[in-house]
């Protein structure tokens, strides 16, 4: 197994492009989400899923776009890059709800600087 | 909302110390997990513990709900346990909103 993948591992946008960060897992988790780290912090939750078809915001959903079509893939599109949202994006994914089981599978990470 | 407090902020030992972390939490939780984010940024899980003691190795976790903290403690510290530690709370109604805190960065020597 891959586990989970997220592409790419950098990336450089400028103000108000738009780009799609690539998360995809192999292990047939129903759970998925993605979280942003800023430095010095915990991570916060932007949105995630329970199901293909099925999703909800987070914490901080803001400038963030998700969909769930499939079982494995959970892609995340900032519609127009701000500066704000420099940081580094990690998608996760579990076979049970994560908040109650200590089950979550985290990708490596996507590093984005918004110029 | 709640607050996590993680001590401390930074750590420094020497392979083969022990350690003893702390997060407090402000208010009452449904849930508390601690992780470690490697030197590289790799996550990982470490225990889900809302209440009690559970242990895996060298590391143990102790959860007192009733007094709002829980700790995680490190034995025989290697250099492989370097990087950052996180707990992370979830109260009620608060819809999978994992709290998390500031975590607390360790580096062990050799």
């Known amino acids: 197994n891959a586990g989970v993948t997220q592409t790419p591992k950098f990336q450089v946008l400028k103000t108000g492009q738009s780009m799609t960060l690539q998360c995809a897992q192999d292990m047939n988790h129903e759970y998925m989400s993605w979280y942003r780290q800023d430095p010095g912090m915990g991570l916060r939750l932007i949105h995630y899923?329970?199901?293909?078809?099925?999703?909800d915001q987070g914490e901080v959903p803001n400038g963030y776009n998700v969909s769930r079509s499939t079982t494995e893939d959970f892609p995340l599109r900032l519609l127009s890059a701000a500066p704000s949202q420099t940081s580094v994006y990690f998608c996760?994914?579990?076979?049970?709800?994560?908040?109650?089981?200590?089950?979550?599978?985290f990708g490596p990470g996507t590093r984005l600087t918004v110029l | 909302g709640i607050q996590v407090e993680q001590s401390p902020p930074d750590l420094i030992l020497q392979e083969g110390a022990n350690s003893t972390l702390r997060c407090n939490f402000s208010d009452s939780v449904n849930n508390l997990q601690w992780f470690h984010q490697n030197p590289w940024g790799q996550l990982i899980n470490l225990f889900y513990i809302p209440s009690g003691t559970k242990q895996n190795g060298r590391l143990s976790a102790t959860t007192v709900a009733t007094e709002r903290y829980s700790l995680l403690y490190i034995s025989s510290s290697q250099t492989t346990d370097s990087g950052v530690y996180f707990c992370?709370?979830?109260?009620?109604?608060?819809?999978?909103?994992?709290?998390w805190g500031l975590g607390t960065s360790l580096a062990v020597n050799p």
């Open positions: 992370a709370v979830e109260t009620a109604g608060n819809n999978r909103k994992l709290i």
């Open positions: 996760a994914s579990s076979p049970r709800d994560w908040v109650y089981y200590n089950e979550q599978f």
């Open positions: 899923s329970v199901g293909a078809g099925i999703t």
